[in-house]
């Protein structure tokens, strides 16, 4: 049986990391290996759970590449993988040096907006010039790559041409969920958790996501306390962590939204929280494929999103309310508008859902993914390595 192996920077549970786990778990005609870099290993049991192999490099620091190369280098050969798929800037980077040492059919992954001009903007002129190092580098070392795998058209087309990278050269496939998780759900876990959360029959908008400015939760709070001034009986769940929090918590507190708004952290119980709550707000600036937003599509749950592009790959003006990207007296609007129209909202629920269940479903993805590595082993593609580092 062909191996995969999987070079990631941690096993932590960021979106990339869940969905290249639950990839992996599924995959039936390849073997998959995974090998993560830096400390962080919450995902490790699943792996385990399915039989999958895990390895660890304890690199403590980032950026260490070589370090890095060196104790991959073994593992590789023990191994003896038929690809390497490694996903995130460092694993990237890691992997294309390693191929100079161990020729191999090498994919890298696709999976942020990582050099938009708008992120650019926002940055300090120290950072504006980090990130344009970056992006050298890792434009320079692109070349090294048979195949780039990209979670969205968005990002396709973005990072195509910040890495000068030929769009011939990268394949599509979106994140997949298991519509399952989505729709098996007990009242009693959704009565155990409103407890929890000390909620009786208030109106729920939820959002879910990292706390970071990109993903615009201060526009959805200055669009909730305007909301707060006209509409009663009504509260805010934010699920996730991040370096934004403080300054989240900061505004919530000025603004008397202590009983009003709850940041929840981290939650294992993503799907419940979906069948808990009457609507799902999504206003982030930029994306890779937004895999919350594919989960409340799963849920059928009426949406309210942000225009982005990545966003738009998701939804359609039929499934959701679509709103002006960091505009929060528009994203006002389209509250008041979901809250006055209900009907209306779960109608676009519906057809959210079906569109996620024909586009999304996770072993349809699972299936592009094995077909996919199948074809480059079979053709044996691999392209030379450049000694540029």
């Known amino acids: 049986m062909y191996t995969v192996l999987y070079l990631i920077d941690s096993l932590q549970t960021g979106g990339a990391e869940k969905s290249l786990v639950t990839i992996a778990s599924k995959i ?16 490790e049991k699943k792996l385990r759970e399915h039989e999958i192999e895990v390895y660890s490099l304890n690199i403590e620091r980032e950026y260490h590449f070589t370090k890095a190369v060196e104790a991959l280098l073994p593992l590789v050969k023990k191994i003896n993988p038929d690809i390497i798929h490694s996903t995130l800037f460092n694993s990237d980077i890691i992997a294309r040096k390693l191929k100079k040492r161990y020729p191999v059919i090498l994919i890298n992954s696709f999976v942020n907006n990582s050099y938009l001009q708008e992120r650019y903007k926002k940055l300090s002129w120290f950072n504006k010039v980090k990130l344009f190092a970056f992006q050298q580098y890792d434009r320079f070392s692109a070349s090294n790559v048979d195949l780039f795998i990209s979670n969205s058209e968005a990002i396709k087309v973005s990072n195509a041409s910040a890495l000068k990278v030929s769009l011939d050269k990268i394949k599509v496939i979106h994140r997949g969920r298991d519509l399952s998780i989505y729709e098996d759900i007990e009242t009693s876990q959704l009565y155990n958790l409103r407890s929890e959360l000390s909620l009786s029959k208030e109106t729920i908008l939820l959002n879910v996501g990292r706390l970071l400015e990109r993903k615009g939760q201060m526009d959805l709070l ?101 709103f002006k990207k960091g505009n929060s007296l528009d994203l006002l609007q389209k509250i008041n508008w979901a809250l006055e129209n209900r009907d209306k909202m779960v109608d676009k629920a519906k057809t959210g859902k079906e569109l996620a269940r024909k586009k999304f479903d996770i072993n349809l993805i699972v299936e592009e993914y094995e077909a996919t590595y199948l074809n480059l082993i079979k053709n044996n593609s691999i392209l030379p390595s450049k000694s540029i580092f």
Do not use: H
């Open 222 to 322: 200055i669009a909730f306390k305007e909301l707060t001034n006209s509409t009663n009986n009504i509260k805010l769940l934010i699920a996730g962590e991040g370096p934004y929090e403080t300054t989240l918590r900061e505004y919530i507190s000025a603004n008397g939204l202590d009983e009003k708004v709850l940041l929840l952290g981290n939650r294992a119980d993503i799907p419940q929280l979906l069948n808990l709550a009457d609507f799902f707000v999504f206003p982030s600036w930029f994306e890779g494929l937004p895999g919350s937003l594919i989960e409340a599509m799963m849920a059928g749950l009426p949406i309210i999103a942000s225009d982005i592009p990545e966003n738009l790959e998701c939804v359609t003006q039929e499934s959701a309310v679509i």
């Open 28 to 43: 039936k005609n390849l073997k998959p290996v995974f090998v993560y870099v830096y400390d962080g290993n919450l995902l």
